[in-house]
């Protein structure tokens, strides 16, 4: 007889087989993770107030500033990226990506919807790591810039793949990765003396701590502001936190462009008010690569 004749319907191995198609998550258990208010996480603002289809009404209305201020600094730092690494345009391309899946999250409260509204920031800051981390801070096994991205690319993929393991910790984690930045950022600037960079710098500061401050409060102190009848602070957290990275993604890349490509002789300016200070900030090139010295 031949070997294979042996394997019939009712063997061991066709059972095992069978089991295993059958222990797979279900259709509607996968489904389930789409489903609106899926979610673990819910915030202040009343559910359905405004709309039966969507969940929270101002907080997915406000992620419109997101297709709002990214096309803008897609324009304005285009010169820099231009001269520097075109690599930069993937930040502002990816808060559009944010602003997409926020959205989408605030709309529905689903699983689905929070793990790709936390999943889309963690690349946006891991992408800014890997583009403007200064050099002269990486750890002492990293010799160049293209070794530190691999070493981000890899940590951000590992940090992909666990956060379906506690969701409710993404943010909070999130959070601690603006700290480092933030941190970082203040380091470096403890040896500047231009008055504009420093300006620029606590204003990127001052609007990330307010941004956080309400972000925290709608968290935490959800009944005090159902009191007052103001339950949109979330909302304003995405308004102020898009600033904030504008602010902040110009800084350091005006910082990167002084040791990187000093040549171009970096400026800063506004948009669309330079004389006042007012408006998104970003960087003007007065030199190009026919001015770069060469030896």
């Known amino acids: 007889m031949l070997p294979f004749a042996r394997f019939h319907l009712h063997s061991p191995a066709v059972d095992a ?5 059958l222990s797979f998550p279900s259709f509607e258990k996968m489904a389930g993770v789409f489903a609106y208010e899926s979610s673990e996480v819910d915030w202040c603002e009343d559910n359905y107030k405004h709309s039966e289809n969507v969940v929270e ?12 201020i990214s096309p803008v600094m897609l ?10 690494n075109l690599a930069v345009h993937l ?10 899946f926020s959205m989408y999250f605030h709309m529905t409260l689903s699983f689905m919807g929070q793990i790709l509204d936390e999943l889309s920031i963690l690349w946006v800051l891991a992408l800014g790591y890997s583009l403007w981390f200064p050099r002269r801070h990486f750890p002492s096994f990293i010799k160049d810039r293209k070794s530190f991205s691999h070493m981000v690319l890899i940590i951000t993929v590992i940090s992909t793949l666990s956060s379906f393991v506690k969701p409710t910790a993404n943010a ?17 600037l403890r040896s500047c003396t231009d008055e504009r960079v420093l300006r620029l710098a606590w204003a990127s500061i001052g609007l990330w701590v307010l941004a956080v401050s309400c972000w925290i409060s709608d968290r935490f102190g ?7 009848d103001f339950c949109y602070l979330h909302g304003i957290w995405h308004i102020l936190i898009v600033v904030a990275t504008a602010y902040a993604s110009t800084l350091v890349a005006y910082m990167d462009a002084s040791l990187e490509i000093p040549y171009s002789l970096p400026d800063l300016q506004y ?11 970003y960087i003007v090139l007065k030199g190009t690569t026919k001015t770069q010295k060469r030896c």
């Open 271 to 281: 948009w669309p008010l330079n004389n006042w200070s007012i408006g998104l900030p």
């Open 91 to 100: 930040v502002w391309i990816m808060m559009v990506f944010v602003g997409i």
């Open 172 to 188: 909070y984690a999130l959070n601690c990765f603006a700290i480092h930045i933030v941190y970082s950022l203040i380091v470096e």
């Open 75 to 84: 324009y304005l730092l285009h010169p820099y990226a231009k001269e520097r």
């Open 17 to 21: 087989f069978w089991r295993g198609i």
């Open 57 to 68: 009404y101002f907080n997915t209305m406000s992620s419109f500033i997101f297709f709002v």
């Open 222 to 228: 959800c009944s005090f502001w159902q009191k007052l």
